[in-house]
């Protein structure tokens, strides 16, 4: 089935790394997504991962899948109070066509 | 390139009535998908179109329908609206490709009363 599950709320300090999970049930999945979204506003696309890979590194974010336990993460390095949002990750499956399948959305936040 | 509008950006209304949403994509981008954004669903897709066709579609009742017109802009109408309708409606366009990376509008805030 479709289902993408993530933790609801991580809280750090400014400066240390963030590390979001998720996890997903579809085997199907051709990429898998990081948005952002801060209060008020529409999604912002982060970074995204083809389902054949294990690591994309981007600036101060890494995302790390490993496929055979169906499990996704993002970690953003040195935190800032600017990265305090919600963040979603989802993921695309092959043959449907236009539909992301989101996760609940995991709140951010950095404490200075 | 300029990126995905929507307007409006807020509405009200009452049950009942009926509502019609704009979104443009980005230039170029051929796909539009609809979501629906509640604090007690989440994102929920509601339906894709790609070249004027309705290509996918979730699982909301026929009072939400769409179209796409020939530039690639969409409209997204609810008729008969309920409280429940309530939300914030995201569209996000794409290439329609198979990497279909998705760029999301600002949303329209839909509050029904």
């Known amino acids: 089935g479709e289902d993408v599950e993530q933790s609801l709320f991580l809280s750090v300090r400014e400066g240390d790394s963030s590390v979001i999970n998720c996890t997903y049930t579809?085997?199907?999945?051709?990429?898998l997504y990081w948005y952002k979204q801060e209060p008020g506003a529409g999604l912002q696309l982060l970074t995204y991962?083809?389902?054949?890979?294990d690591m994309k590194q981007d600036q101060r974010l890494t995302v790390l899948l490993n496929k055979k336990d169906k499990h996704l993460s993002l970690r953003i390095a040195d935190t800032q109070t600017g990265d305090s949002a919600i963040y979603f990750c989802a993921e695309s499956i092959s043959g449907n066509t236009g539909k992301l399948i989101f996760g609940q959305g995991t709140t951010l936040q950095v404490k200075p | 390139k300029a990126g995905v509008t929507q307007t409006p950006r807020y509405l009200i209304k009452t049950r009942g009535q009926q509502v019609t949403l704009s979104c443009s994509p980005i230039?170029?981008?051929?796909?539009v998908s609809w979501y629906q954004q509640t604090p007690g669903q989440g994102l929920q897709f509601l339906f894709e179109y790609f070249s004027e066709t309705q290509r996918n579609k979730g699982n909301f009742p026929g009072r939400f329908s769409g179209r796409q017109f020939s530039n690639s802009r969409s409209e997204m109408n609810v008729s008969t609206l309920e409280l429940g309708d309530s939300a914030l409606y995201l569209c996000a366009s794409s290439s329609g490709t198979v990497e279909e990376t998705q760029y999301f509008g600002p949303g329209t805030r839909l509050l029904v009363l």
């Open positions: 991962i083809f389902s054949n890979m």
């Open positions: 230039s170029g981008h051929r796909s």
């Open positions: 579809d085997s199907s999945s051709t990429y």
